[in-house]
């Protein structure tokens, strides 16, 4: 089956993050080198795991277009992480940086952990009508390619605020490091969470450490959960060292997270908001309907909006305008997961 | 200078400021957010129950209050966001009305040399040595090449060469901001011009009005006849897996053809229009009419097939045989439950079913005959098919009027087409100086410092190349 394929796919990207953090402390360039192999070796059989669920899906549909596997939230959430791997591979290979991968091993190893633990259907399922246009593929895959390079300036945007903040008691400060604690937090808890799953059909998120039952357990993880935060507060200024050890300043990271969202951004906008809208037009006859999914689109959009005008028209430099590429970033996951998860609406991506 | 200027001018510049903007992005953006999670357009119970949910009683209906005073159930609709969104366009209009002539200007304006301190202070500094004589020609040369349009001025110093690219460019931000306002304007149009409305047509049957969401009528000057309505579902399942609608548009009693044909296929995703209402697949239902009849196909000795149609309970003659039949009970979604009784699954025609009762000189036998069972066609009397239950389903069909349509779409083109030019294509500036030994790059900005680095590597190495 095609998810068992995807599944070592991301238990490769997850393994990665030691290997990075072994690398970014030995500074030895083998190390360096099966960091990124670790990765790119996922990548690919993470592209093969797709072309087999693409075979799953041609069984059923025996159709190219309609086989394409981006039709619910597993194999959306599943095709964003290979967009981030592969867009943190270029940058890799283009810059010769071996920077933040442990940040994106973090980053797609929570995704993956996430398909597992919030009850998603991973089966293959039979297209409703609504989803048989070509513009499905257009939309989703546009829109998660923008994703995942908002996701690259996200990690580069909270890097460079941490590194450039030099009052521990700011809020800049306090908000990156308390939001890279709890990912490091949510990262090991996800991994915990998947190994001690009786049965992966009903098993919630967190329920190994801060959700368990049990309330020993529970206010243990809570305490670990504010001792890692506190950690990455106090010593957030060693990550400086670090990178700039490895010629990595903040012109580079500021740079980064501006092309990330340069490039996003466009086809977020073609993608996400117009494709979208066109399908809504063909399917409903109504382009625009302020449906939940729909609204926060729009207000995603607005934050990056927001972004381009800050750096260009009132001349924002620095830490300022990364925070909004963070904030953004927060916004996005929350138009893509927490609107399903929270709020009703047609973007129902079948069932969860 | 006037009091009323002094006003004007306060006013305008309010408008024009980019403060304003970033203060609506924000506004617009928190009330579209309140508005995802109070529950929109639904009755004041709703309301006060979703609120029950995280307050007491009391502090529900003060919330209920204020939601019916801000007109939170129906924000997207709401005077203050309206008034929102109108100020974000009078916004985009006086900024961009402030902006452009400035930015037009320069690019008419002839440029002057810069004085050395100010090259001085650029960001990305590149420095040649030891240079031939003829080195101007061939970086001018090189410039032209790469697409830079080329000023070259003497200075006290040596020779300033200023060098743009793509300047150009800066016009796309225009290009976007105006097809932000045109998409308004498309959707002002939709508002005013055009409607939205459901109509459910019963199989064989036909309508001339549709239902606003409002609840009132919209005559339409033709009548929208269904003929047939089919839905298909996925095996062992009730996800449907297409479901389309027959229709025929008659008009003064003439049946209209398009592309010869009079009968028009709709399908989700593939809405039909005529005279400017767009008519979209919505749902269907199950809903028996007076004229409902069940269609058999009965395939005699000699495999020759007959159509039968018969209403409930109504007789037929198998031919060739001497039984009659009819239909004495029927089933849209025949399930077995686990005592093994049979049972109805669901409303919807997922695998419709009938019992026929034949009756051969006083002889009475029953049988089930499933639709999507073959094997259940076979009767003592010769293969008898089930066909469907026409005329017991109802087709809801979405129709549309909107004139603000063309503007959406072209609003929506310029929108990408402004940003990728925007960027993806920025401006470059260089500056070079050549004095008696040495050539020196300068770059005023940092925004687009990699691209340009770049540039200027790769000019240096031509220069380079040539002088070997």
Not at chain 1, 247 to 254: H, V
Not at chain 2, 295 to 311: L, Q, V
Not at chain 2, 341 to 362: C, H, R, S, W
Not at chain 2, 382 to 406: H, M, S, V
Request: glycine share 6%; charged share 15%.
């Amino acid at each position: 089956m095609s998810y068992q394929t995807i599944s070592i796919a991301g238990l490769l990207y997850i393994l990665a993050m030691p290997i990075y953090i072994v690398y970014v402390l030995t500074k030895n360039n083998k190390v360096g080198y099966i960091a990124t192999a670790t990765l790119s070796f996922g990548a690919l059989i993470h592209i093969y795991g797709f072309i087999q669920r693409f075979k799953e899906m041609y069984a059923i549909n025996h159709s190219i277009m309609r086989s394409i596997p981006i039709t619910n939230l597993y194999e959306s959430l599943i095709f964003f992480v290979l967009c981030l791997i592969v867009g943190y591979l270029f940058i890799e290979w283009k810059y010769k940086k071996k920077s933040f991968g442990v940040f994106i091993s973090i980053v797609a190893g929570i995704t993956i952990g996430l398909t597992d633990l919030l009850g998603i259907s991973k089966e293959v399922q039979p297209l409703v009508p609504a989803l048989k246009s070509n513009w499905l593929l257009a939309h989703v895959t546009l829109s998660f390619i923008s994703y995942a390079a908002f996701g690259i300036s996200f990690i580069t945007g909270l890097l460079h605020v941490i590194m450039e903040s030099q009052d521990k008691k700011s809020f800049k400060y306090i908000f990156s490091t308390t939001l890279l604690g709890f990912m490091l937090f949510m990262f090991i808890s996800v991994i915990i969470d998947i190994i001690t799953a009786s049965n992966p059909k009903t098993v919630k998120i967190f329920h190994s450490t801060i959700g368990n039952p049990s309330v020993f357990i529970s206010i243990i993880s809570w305490m670990i959960l504010i001792f890692l935060i506190f950690i990455t507060w106090k010593f957030g200024h060693i990550l400086n060292k670090i990178l700039n050890s490895f010629k990595i300043d903040s012109n580079f990271l500021e740079d980064i997270t501006y092309k990330g969202i340069a490039f996003g951004f466009p086809i977020f906008t073609i993608g996400g908001l117009v494709f979208g809208a066109i399908w809504a037009d063909q399917a409903w006859g109504r382009y625009w309907g302020w449906d939940p999914k729909e609204t926060w689109s729009l207000i995603t959009w607005f934050v990056y909006a927001f972004y381009f005008h800050a750096k260009f028209i009132r001349g924002w430099r620095g830490t300022k305008t990364s925070m909004i590429a963070v904030v953004g970033f927060i916004v996005t996951i929350f138009t893509y997961l927490g609107v399903n998860l929270f709020l009703s609406g047609l973007h129902s991506y079948g069932s969860m | 200078m006037s009091k009323i200027d002094r006003w004007n001018e306060k006013i305008w510049n309010f408008f024009a400021s980019v403060d304003l903007a970033i203060a609506l992005f924000i506004i617009i953006s928190i009330g579209a957010a309140i508005g995802t999670i109070i529950p929109q357009q639904t009755d004041p119970e709703a309301i006060v129950r979703f609120f029950s949910k995280f307050l007491p009683p009391v502090s529900a209906m003060k919330a209920y209050e204020i939601v019916n005073l801000l007109d939170l159930n129906n924000l997207y609709h709401s005077w203050w966001f309206t008034f929102l969104l109108f100020m974000f366009a009078l916004n985009l209009i006086v900024c961009s009305t402030d902006r452009l002539p400035s930015l037009l200007k320069s690019f008419k304006t002839s440029s002057h040399p810069l004085p050395a301190q100010v090259l001085e202070k650029m960001p990305i500094k590149k420095k040649i040595d030891n240079i031939q004589p003829n080195i101007l020609d061939k970086i001018n040369g090189i410039l032209k090449n790469k697409g830079f349009s080329i000023h070259v001025f003497e200075t006290q110093e040596g020779i300033q060469i200023q060098a743009q690219k793509w300047s150009k460019t800066r016009l796309a931000v225009y290009l976007t901001h105006l097809s932000i306002l045109i998409i308004l304007v498309g959707t002002l149009m939709g508002t005013f011009w055009g409607f939205r409305g459901s109509m459910n047509i019963v199989e064989g049957t036909g309508l001339n009005f549709a239902i606003s969401d409002s609840g009132k009528a919209i005559p339409l000057d033709f009548e929208v006849r269904c003929d047939k309505f089919e839905a298909e579902y996925y095996e062992n399942s009730s996800i449907p897996k297409a479901y389309r609608s027959y229709i025929r548009i008659l008009e003064n009693g003439q049946v209209i053809k398009f592309d010869n044909k009079e009968n028009v296929i709709i399908e989700v995703n593939q809405p039909f229009s005529y005279k400017g209402i767009t008519f979209y697949q919505a749902s269907y239902g199950f809903q028996p009419s007076e004229h409902a009849e069940f269609r058999f196909t009965y395939f005699d000795k000699t495999g020759k097939e007959h159509k039968i149609n018969a209403r409930f309970e109504e007789k037929f003659n198998i031919p060739g045989t001497s039984a009659i039949a009819s239909v004495i009970d029927f089933s849209p979604a025949l399930g077995i439950d686990e005592q093994g009784k049979l049972f109805n699954m669901d409303t919807n025609m997922i695998n419709p079913a009938v019992l026929v009762q034949f009756d051969d000189k006083g002889k009475k036998t029953e049988q089930w005959i499933l639709t999507r069972i073959p094997e259940t066609w076979v009767t003592p009397y010769g293969k008898l098919k089930f066909n469907e239950l026409w005329g017991a389903q109802f087709t809801g069909l979405q129709i549309r009027k909107d004139p603000g349509i063309p503007l959406i779409y072209i609003g929506s083109i310029f929108l990408c087409i402004g940003l990728f030019i925007s960027l993806f294509l920025r401006p470059i500036t260089l500056f070079v100086t050549i004095s008696k030994d040495n050539l020196i790059f300068y770059c005023p900005s940092s925004k687009t410092s990699l691209i340009i680095e770049k540039q200027i590597n790769e000019i240096i190495n031509k220069l380079k190349g040539e002088n070997i």
